[in-house]
């Protein structure tokens, strides 16, 4: 593909980096979101999001002509989908109908010889279905699923799997698994990576495609799982979970990663629920990995009820009203400001439910707390330190070090005096 003119639609935190990096690659970019705000804040060279490096590269992208941000597609040689695919509701049933959606927006524009990439982490299955979402709309052209090799349109699936925090240079280095629908669309989307990607492009099919996605993260699921189950039944017997963790991986083949406040973010908290809504009966192991790290905020939260308890028997006069609980860390890792599906944000709004007293959010990493834990106070390090009876680490941010906090021996969640 000689200097196409691409199309990204979903400017969050995988559309813009990756449409900043085709941009910086002086490829003609159009970035689509429904989100006007967004639209408006990219035209003017800035982003709405927190990711190192992203800025600069969005700045540099809209002022020498090769961004644009508009709220409606509009023709172009490529199409890539980095939309959300959350869940219908509280059975994980999987929601794709913001896939669903980018689809009947880019149809009308969509002609022969056209890519169409889905890069949103997706069940089993489901390019195939944004294939044949096209196809409805678009009788007048042929698809793979139909036309195969001679299909009019090439479909083809790319996950992402880059580390918030460090997107910019793991779009650039890590190898991505392409899943054509044929082979011809495998070729397709190989070319057009390629033009910014120094790793391998390591070709597949679709549906493969889709479960190597949910398989690394499903993997990584299960391991902190592990390490969850283990924190609890160290608490209960008296062990430094930690101290256990960093022996055991002095094992050559042992590698047990970190407990935490539960298991956060887009990516590992929703897709092993992706493979158990495929194969609820064969899936396990990583369902049962999944109630784990989903239970860990309860248990948080008796800890927290626990030390309220304590610190009442040792200050008589006080009520749990007197009480001030502050909770360090709102993201769902560490130094960055991506609060989706984090632990740490249900133990607050559970706390702020539960608890009569003040309760205090630190995240140097926003300026406002969501609407659901509206009623917590953002405060600074400083202001908690004073204030704050009972201290909570759920985020091992890099603003919270030893010297700034307090109270080593309350609640440390993440490991922050273990470091």
Request: proline fraction near 6%; include cysteine.
């Amino acid at each position: 593909m000689t200097s196409p003119t691409i199309s990204v639609i979903g400017l969050g935190y995988i559309g813009l980096p990756t449409a900043a990096m085709f941009a910086s690659r002086k490829v003609k970019v159009i970035g689509v979101d429904v989100n006007a705000q967004t639209v408006e804040t990219i035209n003017r060279g800035e982003i709405h999001i927190v990711e190192p490096d992203l800025d600069i590269a969005v700045h540099s992208a809209v002022t020498e002509g090769f961004l644009r941000a508009t709220a409606k597609p509009e023709p172009a040689d490529a199409f890539l989908i980095a939309v959300p695919t959350p869940f219908k509701g509280d059975d994980h049933t999987p929601d794709l109908s913001y896939i669903q959606a980018a689809a009947r927006a880019i149809a009308p524009v969509l002609s022969k010889g056209n890519l169409v990439v889905l890069e949103s982490t997706s069940p089993v299955g489901a390019t195939e279905q944004l294939a044949a979402w096209l196809a409805e709309a678009r009788p007048d052209l042929t698809f793979p699923q139909a036309a195969g090799e001679n299909s009019d349109i090439r479909v083809a699936h790319c996950p992402e799997r880059v580390l918030p925090g460090k997107v910019m240079q793991e779009l650039i280095h890590n190898d991505r698994v392409i899943g054509g629908m044929t082979d011809k669309c495998s070729d397709a989307a190989v070319a057009l990576y390629k033009t910014f990607v120094d790793g391998e492009c390591v070709i597949t099919n679709a549906r493969t495609a889709e479960m190597a996605k949910l398989t690394e993260n499903s993997f990584r699921d299960v391991n902190i799982a592990f390490a969850n189950e283990l924190s609890i039944i160290c608490d209960k017997l008296h062990i430094d979970v930690w101290e256990l963790i960093r022996l055991a991986n002095r094992h050559p083949r042992v590698n047990i990663l970190q407990p935490g406040p539960g298991v956060g973010g887009h990516c590992i908290a929703v897709d092993p629920w992706f493979i158990v809504s495929k194969t609820p009966e064969e899936a396990r192991l990583i369902r049962t990995a999944r109630e784990v790290n989903d239970a860990k905020p309860r248990w948080v939260l008796n800890k927290v009820k626990d030390a309220v308890a304590q610190h009442l028997a040792a200050n008589p006069e006080q009520t749990a009203a007197d009480v001030t609980i502050a909770c360090y860390g709102l993201a769902f890792k560490p130094d960055i400001d991506d609060l989706r599906e984090s632990p740490s944000v249900e133990i607050v709004k559970q706390l702020t439910e539960i608890h009569s007293g003040p309760v205090l959010a630190i995240e140097p990493n926003i300026e406002r707390l969501s609407p659901e834990i509206a009623k917590a106070h953002l405060v600074d390090i400083g202001d908690a330190k004073v204030s704050a009876d009972i201290h909570l680490y759920l985020v091992r941010h890099r603003n919270f070090t030893t010297d700034h906090l307090s109270r080593p021996q309350e609640l440390d969640i993440c490991g922050l005096y273990r470091s």
